[in-house]
């Protein structure tokens, strides 16, 4: 396992966070053969590597059945030869096929093959990671983020009206895609692998990769390892949204401990403190500061509320402005 900064492409060993160059957060990244130029099971033509994450490697392939291109994402060995794991991955994948919204990422199928290879094949993608625009922009305008926000919303809306929570909802996992009408949507990635909808258990931290979340992202109930809901996906988007208005997260810390302790007895700092010539209504602020609250049921209640609430803060001409370019898609 590495680490690797999004900008500067510096490798760094897995303890690392963030980068000492440019202070960029880490992206996890497993070392795999490259299965570029194989078939596997007769149906999918590996084409070439996208990227790779802590427990997989994500390929671009071709379905020879339909020749219809796919990201195809290859599970570690040590994901496959864990028993619960498994068990835990294959109901959820169910769910996760359900999950057919123009601002989700669903899964098509799950592959068990006979040489013991484990893949999730999922519709292909043409755009930029969330993670990427915002490093490589440093920040995002109002408006636009708005439109994110109202995407991610809508696809949480539709998983949360099936039980199903995200738990690791981060600019990593959306994805800003351009379709044929060269309008670009929010989507979101790695859906419908991080909670059994019919599992009311505490939510504990494992090693397989299925249920640990990013801990710069996580909610303080998830931190406390409590049961959780889809407020946690909006705790969690709040601090996407603060990162999209400023470039940085709303706490501090020299460690990620520091941080975690930061979001459990902490306040958030405003976007003003993070940026003090940042130019945005003084209730945006408001807003975030609800959605993260620490106890649940003084958040938003839906993705919905939280989006609207947003939106509802944002001057009207930044939102006229913004239907006008027709920058997003409607779901």
């Known amino acids: 396992m590495t680490n690797r900064c999004p900008i500067c492409r510096t490798e760094y060993g897995e303890n690392a966070r963030f980068c000492s160059r440019d202070g960029s957060r880490l992206i996890a990244e497993a070392r795999a053969s490259d299965l570029a130029g ?13 990227g790779a994450g802590g427990m997989s490697v994500v390929y671009l392939g071709t379905d020879l059945r339909s020749g219809v291109e796919c990201a195809i994402k290859v599970l570690s060995p040590s994901l496959t030869r864990d028993r ?28 068990e093959s006979e040489n013991d290879m ?5 519709p292909f993608l043409v755009g930029e990671l969330l993670v990427e625009r915002i490093h490589r922009q440093g920040f995002m ?13 809508r696809g949480l809306s539709a998983a949360h009206a099936l039980g199903i929570i995200h738990r690791d909802l981060k600019p990593e ?17 790695d859906f419908g692998l991080a909670k059994d909808p019919y599992s009311h258990s505490a939510d504990k931290l494992t090693a397989t990769g299925i249920i640990l979340g990013t801990p710069e992202f996580m909610s303080p109930e998830q931190l406390r390892g409590k049961t959780l809901d889809g407020r946690s996906d909006i705790y969690a988007l709040a601090l ?34 993070v940026r003090p010539n940042l130019r945005l209504p003084a209730a945006v602020d408001i807003v ?10 003084e958040r938003y209640a839906t993705a919905i509320e939280f989006a609207d609430a947003l939106a509802a803060v944002v001057p009207e001409a930044v939102r006229t402005s913004t239907i ?4 997003a898609l409607r779901s």
């Open 141 to 153: 305008a109002l408006d636009r983020a708005l439109q994110v926000v109202q995407d991610v919303a």
């Open 324 to 327: 006008a370019r027709g920058s």
């Open 288 to 297: 975030l500061e609800k959605a993260l609250r620490r106890d649940p049921n």
């Open 173 to 189: 996992n959306i994805m800003l895609s351009t379709g044929a009408d060269r309008r670009e949507r929010a989507v979101i990635m």
């Open 240 to 273: 996407v949204t603060f990162e999209m208005l400023t470039g940085q997260l709303p706490f501090e810390g020299e460690t990620q401990q520091e941080m975690m302790m930061a979001r459990l007895n902490g306040a958030p700092r405003t976007l003003r403190q």
């Open 118 to 122: 484990v893949y999730l094949v999922m």
């Open 84 to 111: 619960k794991a498994m068990t835990r991955l294959r109901r959820e994948a169910g769910f996760g096929m359900r999950l057919e919204h123009p601002n989700i990422c669903n899964i098509i199928e799950l592959v």
């Open 38 to 50: 194989q078939t596997l099971d007769d149906k999918y033509e590996i084409q070439r590597k996208l």
